[in-house]
C-alpha cells in the first residue's frame, strides 16, 4: 500500500488557501482496488486543491485514455477521458455520511486519503454503454456471430396472437 502514499494529503501541515497536485495514473493504481472494468490506464489527474479553516475542496480533472471491453464484440478498444469533478470537506464531530459530493470528517482528522476519490472519478467518468465509437470498428467475426444468433432467436408469432394485438393497438 505505499504507492497509495502519495495520494495521502496532510493538509492540517499545509498553508490555507490554493495547492495543485498531479498524479500519474497507470495499471498499478487500478490493482489495488480490484479494477476488472479497465484493462488498461493512461491518465492525468491534476487536483486543485483549497485548504480553507472549516472545510476542504478539491476538483479532479482527469485526461487521458483507458482501454475497455467492447460490450458488442468483446475486443479491446481505447476510450479518451476528459473530465471533471469536484469533492466539499467539511469537519463535524456528527458522524454523517454526507451527500453526494460531501464528505464529513472529524475535526481531529489531519489528512485525507484521495486514492479512493480518485478511483471514483476514472469510474464515473467510463461510458455507461461500452461500445466502439462505429459497427464498423468492431470484430467482424463477432458482429457476424451475433447477427447470426439473432436470427435463429426470431420465432414466427402466432397468427391468433397477431390478430390479438391488432385489436389492442385499436
Known sequence: MDVLKEYIIPFKGLKQGEHHFVYRIDNTFLTLFDSADIENCSLIVDVDFTNKP??????????????LICDRCLDEFEYPI????????????V???G????????????EIDLSPYVYENIVLALPFKRV??????????????LREHEKA????IDPRWEELKKILNK
Open 153 to 156: 432467436g426470431t420465432k414466427e
Open 82 to 93: 476528459n473530465s471533471s469533478n469536484d469533492l466539499y470537506v467539511r469537519f463535524a464531530d
Open 54 to 67: 472549516d472545510f476542504l475542496f478539491f476538483r479532479f480533472n482527469l485526461k487521458g485514455t483507458v482501454t
Open 99 to 110: 451527500a453526494g459530493d460531501m464528505v464529513i470528517l472529524p475535526p481531529s482528522t489531519g
Open 132 to 145: 466502439h465509437e462505429t459497427e464498423e470498428q468492431c470484430n467482424r467475426e463477432m458482429i457476424e456471430k
Open 95 to 97: 458522524d454523517d455520511e
